[in-house]
């Protein structure tokens, strides 16, 4: 139980482009979403918090106009991020919230050319 | 706020030796405790959790923890590692009041060498 899926697993996109990224939560319903971003060799940091039926709480210095989160249902979260460019190319993780622990999926890697 | 610290960036390990991972955290309330395993190119497994009762927490694969309140640590041990435990292991804190929110040590790769 607990299974989170992204998708897609690997996207590569030109410059100023907008990609979507989904999060789903397959075996049980979430409220609570948390989008990551990993960079080579670092740890995950937090960019925004995704809530169901509101809006997402961004962290700090993250800009909440180039990465767009909807949390549509309580199984589905996405990340579009908007007019990309060859910063923003990363592994992206999200995980979904069940009780006390977060099930976080497999990653998505972006590359931005 | 909290924060959480992995003392070691790389820890090369021969195979079949023991191994610790160190984690330390500070938090001004109670909290839940947790180590995650990646993979390259992969998402993160839970390996092994605190949230309440026995200090020691142990995991499917020969991992095992130690919940120290006094000390604010939460070290990863196993007593003999294998090739496949290679891998960025993960330490995370929760506050109890944080809403499922976590923040994680800077990673630590253990490399296991034959």
């Known amino acids: 139980g607990a299974v989170v899926s992204q998708h897609p697993s690997r996207v590569i996109c030109k410059s100023g482009t907008s990609v979507k990224i989904e999060c789903r939560s397959l075996?049980?319903?979430?409220?609570?979403m948390f989008w990551y971003r990993q960079f080579p060799k670092q740890s995950l940091m937090l960019m925004a918090t995704?809530?169901?039926?509101?809006?997402?709480?961004?962290e700090q210095g993250v800009e909440k106009d180039k990465f767009l989160i909807n949390h549509a249902s309580l199984t589905l979260s996405t990340l579009t991020v908007t007019s990309a460019h060859p910063e923003d190319s990363s592994f992206y993780i999200c995980?979904?919230?069940?009780?006390?622990?977060?099930?976080f999926g497999p990653g998505t890697r972006l590359t931005v050319t | 706020a909290q924060s959480v610290t992995q003392l070691d960036s790389q820890v090369p390990v021969f195979e079949e030796a023991p191994v610790e991972l160190r984690c330390n955290y500070s938090?001004?309330?109670?909290?839940?405790l947790f180590w995650y395993v990646q993979y390259p190119n992969q998402g993160l497994q839970l390996l092994l959790k605190?949230?309440?009762?026995?200090?020691l927490v142990e995991s499917i694969n020969g991992f095992e923890a130690e919940f120290n309140k006094s000390q604010t640590s939460f070290h990863l041990r196993k007593p003999s590692v294998h090739i496949s435990d290679t891998a960025e292991y993960f330490c995370?804190?929760?506050?109890?009041?944080?809403?499922?929110?976590?923040?994680f040590g800077g990673g630590t790769r253990l490399m296991v060498k034959p």
């Open positions: 995980s979904a919230v069940q009780g006390y622990e977060q099930y």
């Open positions: 605190y949230l309440s009762g026995s200090t």
């Open positions: 075996d049980f319903q979430a409220t609570t």
């Open positions: 938090s001004s309330v109670s909290v839940y």
């Open positions: 995370a804190v929760s506050e109890n009041n944080a809403g499922n929110m976590l923040t």
């Open positions: 995704s809530n169901e039926g509101s809006k997402a709480t961004y």
